[in-house]
Each structure stands twice: as structure tokens, then as C-alpha cells.
């Protein structure tokens, strides 16, 4: 691929209205030119926890086909970069509804713009579901974490949830314990691997419409993610089938003031048909834009 056909990457970070928060994707508006390997090595070289490609567009319908990838692999659904490419879209080409066509199916979005100018971007998942995990499954994340039972919630049971990608869904006693996470990088990535799951999605509920959240992503190459649409999708479900939502249906989610990265997911989970709708601004990330090449290049 020549210099003069590489895609330009862009960077936004979702779930903030600023760049110093939230979590950081790479959008690349135009890969119709790049093969997996190609978006593979790209996202590598982005070095965030997950990166978009736009692969076919039809921008008069403003529909669009998207790949996402970690520095590690192909990754089926990935909310944060989601709403970041979504928000460039409606930079780009206005605000209004936009359709993705995604690995896990289609994605319906709502993108508005407030006076102030910035652009708020909502997700509709796909249908979600919840089930109890197994004692085993619970047994080895919480070696893995290092930590015992008695560092969970008894009112919130362990659940691997679905909201595009499954999570394991931890709910611990205290934001104390939350705030102390330090867990066996190799040793989850191997249990993440052996059952499919994506993140782990671990929480503290600090009241039914807030709760704060923690997500390792050692599968992805990345320690941790600031903020996770699709687990917030995931956590949404789950709440839904433990009954344990507000009135409303809807909560907030705190992520990434662990990290220094503060980032605000709102959550609706009210809706009839089990879906989920994810909502959060995205910014550019000043000076942050590049080049790369694909495969040949």
C-alpha cells in the first residue's frame, strides 16, 4: 500500500467530555483497503484496548459496516469504540440516527449535539442475556483476582452476562476492595480464554442507579479498561434478570477513576424486547491523528 493510500487514524476517547478521561479508541474512517491482518497490525500500533474500521459505508443511509480490533486480536463487539466512532461520524456528516453492521449484529445509534457543541452518542444493543456462573468459574477468577467470597456482594450473584461479548460479573462488598485491585495478569487471560469471556465486569453498587466498575482486559493485551460499553450493555441484562434495577430502569456507571481516567457510562435498561441502551460523549483527542500502512505496505 502506498503513503499516499494509508488510512488516517483517528483518536477519540469515549465515556468523557474530556481527553484526559475516558476510554481512548482508534477510529479508522475508511479501511475498505485493509485486510485483518493489516487492521491487526494497526490497532497494535494504536496501542488502545480496542480500535474501529469502518469497512463499507453508505453514508446516504448512514449505515455503516465495522471491525474491531485489540493489539491482540479481533474482538466481536466493543462499546467505547462504538460511541468514539459514532461521534466522529456525527462530526462529520451531522447528528441523527446511524445504523453499524457489527460481527454480533446491528447496532442502532442515536447521536445528538448540545449547544455547548459536544456530541452525545447512544448505543442500542443487541439483545442480552444472564446466567449464574459455576462455582468453578467463580473459584478460579477469584484466584486469579486474588480475592475470596467473602469479598462479594451476597446480594448480587456472580453472572456471565452478554451484551454483545460475555462478561463475568462480579459484584464485590465494598468500593475499598474495588479500589485494590491488583490481580494474576497471566493467570485471568487464561481463564478468560478457556470460557469466551471479554472483560471481567467487576462493580460496587453504591446505590440502585450507581454503581462503580473495574473491567480487565489481560485477553486484549491491556490490564484494564477505563470504560466498556458492551459491559455496560452486559451489566444492564444482568441487572434485569436478578431484579435488581431501579424503578426506572436506568443507572449510572462510574469507570476509570482508578486509573486516573474518570469516565461516565448512563445506562437504560427499561426497555421490553432485552436490549440496552448505552449512552456517553466522545472528544477528539488534540494532535492525535496518523497514518499507517496496510498489508504490503
Do not use: K
Request: one cysteine or more; charged letters at 20%.
Amino acid at each position: 500500500m502506498s503513503p499516499q493510500t494509508r488510512p488516517e487514524i483517528l483518536r477519540y476517547t469515549a465515556f468523557s467530555t474530556d481527553a484526559a478521561g475516558g476510554n481512548p479508541a482508534g477510529v479508522v474512517l475508511d479501511a475498505t483497503a485493509l485486510d485483518a491482518a493489516a487492521m491487526l497490525a494497526t490497532a497494535a500500533e494504536v496501542g488502545y484496548s480496542e480500535t474501529a474500521f469502518i469497512t463499507a459505508a453508505d453514508q446516504a443511509a448512514r449505515r455503516f459496516r465495522l471491525r474491531y480490533f485489540s493489539p491482540l486480536a479481533e474482538v466481536a463487539f466493543c462499546g467505547h469504540a462504538t460511541v468514539a466512532t459514532a461521534v466522529a461520524l456525527a462530526e462529520r456528516i451531522g447528528p441523527g440516527p446511524l445504523v453499524f453492521d457489527t460481527p454480533v449484529g446491528e447496532i442502532a445509534l442515536d447521536t445528538s449535539t448540545a449547544p455547548a457543541g459536544s456530541v452525545t452518542a447512544t448505543l442500542t444493543s443487541v439483545p442480552t442475556r444472564s446466567r449464574p456462573a459455576s462455582e468453578a468459574e467463580v473459584h478460579a477468577s477469584l484466584t486469579a483476582l486474588r480475592w475470596s467470597s467473602e469479598d462479594l456482594d451476597p446480594a448480587l450473584p456472580p453472572h456471565v452476562a452478554f451484551g454483545g461479548n460475555e462478561h463475568l460479573v462480579l459484584a464485590v462488598a465494598t468500593r475499598e476492595r474495588l479500589a485494590a485491585l491488583d490481580y494474576d495478569f497471566d493467570a485471568l487471560a487464561d481463564v478468560m480464554h478457556r470460557h469466551g469471556w471479554t472483560t471481567l465486569q467487576l462493580v460496587w453498587r453504591e446505590t440502585r442507579e450507581l454503581f462503580h466498575a473495574r473491567d480487565p482486559f489481560p485477553i486484549g493485551g491491556v490490564v484494564e479498561d477505563p470504560a466498556t460499553g458492551a459491559a455496560a450493555a452486559a451489566l444492564g441484562g444482568y441487572l434485569r434478570a436478578v431484579a435488581a434495577l431501579p424503578p426506572s430502569g436506568a443507572f449510572t456507571i462510574r469507570q476509570g477513576e482508578d486509573l486516573g481516567r474518570p469516565s461516565l457510562l448512563r445506562v437504560d435498561a427499561s426497555t421490553a424486547d432485552g436490549r440496552v441502551r448505552v449512552s456517553g460523549q466522545a472528544v477528539a483527542i488534540a494532535g492525535a491523528s496518523a497514518s499507517t500502512g496496510g498489508a504490503g505496505a
